[in-house]
C-alpha cells in the first residue's frame, strides 16, 4: 500500500527513533486561585519589557510597590469564580490540547506544553523534549494571530531555553495561523452551533484583546490579523457588514489602547436597540479569566443593564475535534515543509 507523505513522516523504522518534537505554547496561568500565585505569575508576565515596555526604574517599583499589592487579591477571587475540578480553565484545555494532539502524532513525535510565565516553563518542556532525543522542534504559540506581546514573547523564551544547550534543535516556529482555513473553519463551526443553539443574534462580536497603540506605531500587524480572521470567518458565514462587529478586551492601566473598546462597544448597542447579541473571541485558543469572566460574565451583566435581553458567550476552541485536527494540519505542513527543505529534489 502506497503511503501518504504525512503518514511517511509520522512513521519510523526505529521505534525509538524521536525525528521531531512539537511544543504547544500558551501564555500562562496561576497554579492556583490565591493571591501568592496570582502574584507568582503576574510579577514576570508584568516585568516583561514585550508586554509593558516602560524604563525599568519607573516600571519596578510602580509594579511590586503598588500594583501587585492592590492587584493580586482582587484577580484572586476573579480566578476563584472560573476555576475547575482540575485547576484553572487554560491549563485544564492546554493539558486536553496537548494530550489530544500526541495521540493524533502518534508515539514518535511527542508533544509538550509551555507556558511564557508560569508553570510548565518553556524551559522545563524544552529540556524534556530534547531529552528525548528531538531533532526538529516544532513550536506552536497558541495565539492565532501573530502579536508582539504574546508571539515574541514566547520566541524570547525559546531562544532562552536554548541558550544552555550546547546541540540546538532545528527550530520550526509558527508564528501566525490568523487565516488558516481550518482555523476559519473551526470557529464557523463554532459560531453555527451557538446560532442553532440560541438563535441567530442581531449582532456577532468579535472580541480580541488589546494592544497598546503605541506597539501598532512601532509595527506590530496584530489588527491586521486580527481583521483578517474577522472577514474570513464572516465571508465563510456570508455575514452581512452590518451584524457584525470587532472590538479590543482587558486594557489596563494608562496608555491608549486598540479600539473600540468591548466594554463600551457592548453598552452602545445594547442603548442602541440591540436585544440579542453573542460575542466570540479568536484571539483565545482556550478559555480563561478573558473570556469565561470578562465576556462570559461581566459583559453578560452590563449588556442586560444597558438595556440588552440577550448575550451568549461562544466558547474558545478548547479541546474539540476541529480545534485538534487544525493543530495536527499545522504541524504536519511544518513537517513537510522541513523535508522538503532538507531534502530538495535534484533535476
Same mark, same amino acid.
Request: glycine content about 6%.
Given at each position: ?25 500558551n501564555l500562562g496561568t496561576p497554579t492556583a486561585a490565591t493571591p501568592t500565585a496570582v502574584r507568582k505569575f503576574l510579577a514576570p508576565f508584568l516585568r516583561d519589557r514585550r508586554v509593558v515596555d516602560v524604563s525599568p526604574c519607573l516600571w519596578l517599583p510602580l509594579l511590586h510597590g503598588v500594583i501587585l499589592p492592590l492587584r493580586c487579591s482582587k484577580v484572586a477571587k476573579r480566578y476563584q469564580a472560573i476555576w475547575m475540578d482540575e485547576g484553572s480553565p487554560l491549563f ?129 500587524? !496584530? ?6 480572521? *474577522? %472577514?474570513? &470567518?464572516?465571508?465563510? #458565514? $456570508?455575514?452581512?457588514?452590518? /451584524?457584525? =462587529? ?7 492601566? !494608562? ?6 473598546? *468591548? %466594554?463600551? &462597544?457592548?453598552?452602545? #448597542? $445594547?442603548?442602541?436597540?440591540? /436585544?440579542? =447579541? ?70
Open positions: 500500500m502506497k503511503i501518504k507523505k504525512s503518514e511517511s513522516i509520522l512513521r519510523s523504522d526505529n521505534a525509538t527513533e524521536v525525528p521531531a518534537g512539537v511544543l504547544l505554547v485544564v484545555y492546554s493539558q486536553r490540547q496537548q494530550q489530544a494532539l500526541a495521540t493524533q502524532l502518534g508515539p514518535n513525535i511527542p508533544v509538550a506544553i509551555g507556558m511564557s510565565y508560569g508553570d510548565p516553563s518553556i524551559a522545563a518542556s524544552v529540556d524534556a523534549l530534547l531529552s528525548q532525543g528531538v531533532k526538529r522542534l516544532i513550536v506552536l504559540p497558541l495565539f492565532p494571530q501573530y502579536c508582539s506581546s504574546t508571539t515574541a514573547a514566547a520566541w524570547d523564551a525559546l531562544a532562552s531555553a536554548l541558550r544552555n544547550h550546547r546541540n540546538l534543535p532545528e527550530v520550526r516556529f509558527i508564528c501566525d495561523y490568523a487565516t488558516h482555513p481550518q482555523f476559519i473553519w473551526a470557529l464557523q463551526e463554532k459560531i453555527e452551533s451557538s446560532f442553532a443553539t440560541h438563535g441567530t443574534p442581531d449582532k456577532l462580536l468579535f472580541s480580541y484583546h488589546g494592544i497598546l497603540q503605541k506597539y501598532v506605531r512601532q509595527g506590530d500587524e !496584530y489588527p491586521q490579523r486580527c481583521q483578517a480572521t *474577522t %472577514d474570513a &470567518v464572516a465571508n465563510g #458565514l $456570508a455575514l452581512k457588514q452590518d /451584524r457584525y =462587529l470587532l472590538s479590543y478586551q482587558s486594557r489596563f492601566g !494608562y496608555g491608549s489602547w486598540l479600539g473600540p473598546y *468591548t %466594554d463600551n &462597544v457592548i453598552s452602545q #448597542l $445594547a442603548k442602541d436597540g440591540v /436585544r440579542h =447579541l453573542q460575542v466570540v473571541t479568536p484571539g483565545f485558543s482556550s478559555d480563561c479569566l478573558e473570556t469565561l469572566e470578562e465576556i462570559a460574565d461581566e459583559a453578560q451583566s452590563q449588556f442586560l443593564k444597558a438595556g440588552g435581553e440577550k448575550l451568549h458567550y461562544i466558547p474558545a476552541l478548547n479541546d474539540s475535534k476541529s480545534h485538534i485536527e487544525l493543530l495536527h494540519s499545522l504541524v504536519i505542513e511544518e513537517l513537510q515543509s522541513s523535508q522538503d527543505i532538507q531534502q530538495p529534489k535534484l533535476f
